[in-house]
């Protein structure tokens, strides 16, 4: 199984700052056959299902603001929010499906400084 | 405009079996992979088990294997997970999801509001 971990745990960051989250699986979830890593970023808010916000590490869902953005490959991924609004208070996910079982990160909670 | 909504959750006894429905509207059903996860109280996601678009690919995370089942009925736009022998780790929140392609190995992009799964006795 690939164990995906996250860093940090928990996250405060100003308004209007740029917050930080990295996600490290334990194995390569780049497919070299067609260049693209099976790695997927969520926001979940308290009551509310999860919400993708970024798809093969760097792919923006429709919708979701240009502040947020990702990047890495194999082993080593980031999701970035820039210019930190109040609405981004969330729980953040990596989550790689490039093998099964597809498993998650443990979760950064993101809160405003 | 996706609509994903779950049905069948409630208290069931250890040892008990229990079958989710998830009702899928608004996209062409039968062209997506479609998948389940939970959420225990507190805790974060698990991915449990998916199924690709024609149903002919199925995948399953250990902690499930072998106790749940997950099937779809294209013809009424409805996914299911049928679980027996539950335990009281099984108890979470149970959501259905879509799938952003017809394969299992793709990323998920819609989730429903999830039904919730009490083992207790």
């Given at each position: ?23 490290k699986?334990?194995q390569?979830v780049?497919d070299?056959s ?23 590490a760097?792919t923006?869902?429709?919708?979701v ?5 990702g990047?890495g ?10 210019s930190?609004?109040?609405e981004?208070?969330a729980v953040?996910?990596?989550?790689q499906?490039?093998?099964?079982p ?8 993101l809160?405003?400084? | 405009?996706?609509?994903l909504?779950e049905?069948?959750?409630g208290l069931?006894q250890p040892?008990?079996?229990r ?7 608004g996209f062409?059903?039968?062209t997506y992979a479609?998948?389940w ?14 199924i ?7 995948n399953y995370a250990?902690?499930?294997?072998g106790?749940?089942t997950?099937s779809?009925d294209?013809s009424?736009?409805?996914?299911y997970?049928?679980m ?11 959501y259905?999801a879509?799938?952003?392609?017809s394969?299992t190995?793709c990323y998920t992009n819609y ?5 919730l799964?009490?083992?207790?006795s």
């Amino acid at each position: 199984d690939i164990a995906m971990t996250q860093s940090p745990d928990s996250l405060a960051v100003s308004l209007g700052e740029r917050a930080t989250i990295n996600c490290k699986p334990s194995q390569s979830v780049l497919d070299s056959s067609n260049n693209k890593n099976y790695l997927g970023w969520y926001q979940q808010k308290p009551g509310q299902p999860p919400k993708l916000l970024i798809y093969w590490a760097s792919t923006r869902e429709y919708g979701v603001p240009d502040r947020f953005s990702g990047s890495g490959s194999g082993t080593d991924f980031t999701l970035t929010i820039d210019s930190l609004q109040a609405e981004d208070v969330a729980v953040y996910y990596c989550h790689q499906y490039y093998s099964t079982p597809h498993t998650f990160g443990q979760g950064t909670k993101l809160e405003i400084k | 405009e996706v609509q994903l909504l779950e049905s069948g959750g409630g208290l069931v006894q250890p040892g008990g079996s229990r079958r989710l429905s998830c009702a899928a509207s608004g996209f062409a059903f039968s062209t997506y992979a479609m998948s389940w996860g939970r959420q225990a109280p507190g805790k974060g996601l698990e991915w449990i088990s998916d199924i690709s678009d024609g149903g002919d690919s199925t995948n399953y995370a250990g902690s499930v294997k072998g106790r749940f089942t997950i099937s779809r009925d294209n013809s009424k736009n409805t996914l299911y997970l049928q679980m027996n022998s539950l335990r009281a780790e099984d108890t979470a929140l149970y959501y259905c999801a879509k799938k952003g392609c017809s394969s299992t190995r793709c990323y998920t992009n819609y989730w429903g509001q999830g039904t919730l799964v009490t083992v207790s006795s």
